[in-house]
């Protein structure tokens, strides 16, 4: 019997306290957290949070407490450079991508304190004025080199296509992955993506991608426009992608995405568990195996 983890993203809390944020997502009823790394969740550069003594014991006995598995999700808008979002990244020049670098490693090392085995992250945009060859060269060396000090830890690292970015789609994703091949290194797949770029039917991309498909991202969306959306206001049908994920036994988390909806976080996280489990349910009714925890 196939168990889906729905689970939720930390940044769709933006304004309540991680504690606070944790306790709702679990009286919810979710059993996955996604732990979006910024200045008042985790900071890594924060001895307050990460410290001998820093706040990560505590978090880490709530996820225990509330039975929340967690990975760490390292897309922060403003982190490491107040003036420019997501950057810098590892397409930057040495000097900068050092920084991007310094930033996932740290990532990797609390992921080992907290009892996480997965760090999801991105390529970032591609600077003007450099050739794709250097881009790619680039981005594969430092991949590698993450993978290399993730695995190390015993940390798995999804990589995430993102629309806008150096590595949008799941053909780019798919040179990329050919080009790094380290067993460390997987996917984190995100449904609206795949809808926004046209990749493909999503259950399709799923089932291609099954064996290193280590993280999953939900949201609606619509066709062309990277706006994450409340489930029902996109275009997206969730009862094929429920299907498909049951399909591959796919056993990581099922995480909602809605960092713009932090103004109303309990009201939208309860709805969205509310329609994932609907959706899930119906999977079960054509013949699947399923399972709703709760």
């Not at 015993?154 to 590595?167: A, D, K, S, T, V």
């Not at 999503?202 to 969306?221: A, K, S, Y």
Request: aromatic share 8%; charged share 25%.
């Amino acid at each position: 019997m196939t168990e889906l983890h729905f689970g939720y993203n930390t940044n769709g809390f933006a304004h309540h306290r991680l504690e606070d944020a944790l306790t709702i997502l679990g009286k919810l009823g979710y059993h996955h957290v996604a732990l979006t790394l910024d200045y008042h969740v985790l900071n890594p550069f924060d001895p307050d949070w990460v410290g001998p003594r820093g706040r990560w014991r505590a978090i880490r006995d709530m996820l225990e407490s509330l039975r929340l598995r967690a990975i760490i999700e390292t897309g922060a808008r403003f982190l490491l450079d107040p003036w420019r979002k997501h950057h810098p990244t590892l397409l930057c020049s040495p000097r900068l991508r050092q920084r991007r670098l310094d930033f996932l490693r740290r990532s990797c090392d609390l992921a080992r304190r907290l009892g996480c085995d997965l760090v999801s992250f991105w390529s970032g945009s591609a600077p003007q004025g450099l050739s794709r060859k250097t881009l790619q060269r680039r981005l594969v060396s430092g991949c590698r080199e993450l993978s290399d000090y993730a695995a190390d830890r015993g940390i798995r690292l999804g990589f995430e296509p993102e629309p806008g970015m150096f590595i949008d789609t799941m053909e780019s994703f798919a040179e990329l992955y050919h080009a790094v091949r380290h067993p460390a290194f997987g996917l984190t797949l995100d449904i609206g993506h795949v809808h926004c770029q046209g990749d493909g039917p999503i259950d399709e991309v799923i089932g291609r991608w099954r064996d290193v498909l280590w993280n999953v991202h939900i949201e609606d969306m619509k066709s062309g426009v990277h706006e994450h959306l409340m489930f029902g206001e996109g275009e997206i049908e969730f009862g094929p992608v429920m299907a498909a994920l049951v399909e591959v036994n796919y056993s990581g988390g099922v995480c909602v995405e809605l960092s713009r909806h932090s103004h109303d976080a309990v009201n939208t996280a309860r709805k969205a568990l509310a329609f994932l489990r609907s959706h899930l349910v119906a999977a079960g009714k054509s013949g699947k195996p399923t399972a709703v925890r709760r």
